[in-house]
């Protein structure tokens, strides 16, 4: 039962991914904490890495290779994908499009205590940042993939985690997935 996980920065994905992995006994695996962690070990934030990408995509195309070959051979497994592109690499997926309002996505970013992460105190810089972190991401996916991520059509499931708790939107996946496998 594999489930790709995507969305808005700050919408939840990676908290929820987590408690489906801990609740469910699902293996997560995290390319955005892969794509973070190239960023910083070349000297850049993930805004930075992402406008780099769009004039050099080998990178993307590494990440994407390998999460193709990663649902290929964990087909059957309980694996979450924790990406932005996953649902397209791996086609046998339960998809999920974790979304949320831009004031409550710059309120979490300017609060949050998430160590070795972005920190922007300010709730209107935090906004102005991740909407063009954001932008920039599918900027790129449409030069280099040609589809908008903001698409609702390529999602099995789409959830507003604005005003709702990671417990709660972990649960929804976890029963629609299973309802979703079951056909």
């Not at 909407?131 to 609702?152: A, M, W």
Request: proline fraction near 2%; aromatic fraction near 12%.
């Amino acid at each position: 039962m594999l489930i790709t996980i995507t969305g808005k920065p700050c919408s939840g994905k990676s908290t929820v991914g987590k408690i489906l992995e801990e609740k469910f006994g699902y293996r997560r695996i995290g390319v955005g904490d892969m794509f973070k962690a190239e960023a910083a070990r070349r000297g850049m934030n993930a805004e930075e890495f992402n406008a780099y990408c769009l004039t050099d995509p080998a990178y993307d195309f590494f990440i994407d290779n390998e999460s193709a070959r990663l649902g290929k051979e964990l087909d059957g497994q309980k694996v979450i994908f924790d990406s932005r592109l996953a649902w397209h690499f791996v086609p046998r997926s339960f998809k999920v499009f974790v979304d949320v309002d831009e004031k409550e996505m710059a309120r979490r970013l300017a609060t949050s205590d998430r160590t070795g992460k972005e920190k922007i105190e300010d709730v209107e810089e935090a906004r102005k940042h991740l909407v063009n972190r954001f932008n920039l991401e599918n900027d790129r996916y449409k030069k280099i993939y040609g589809f908008d991520n903001l698409s609702q059509e390529n999602y099995d499931l789409v959830i507003d985690s604005t005003n709702r708790t990671p417990e709660e939107i972990a649960d929804e996946i976890y029963e629609k997935c299973l309802k979703f496998y079951e056909k």
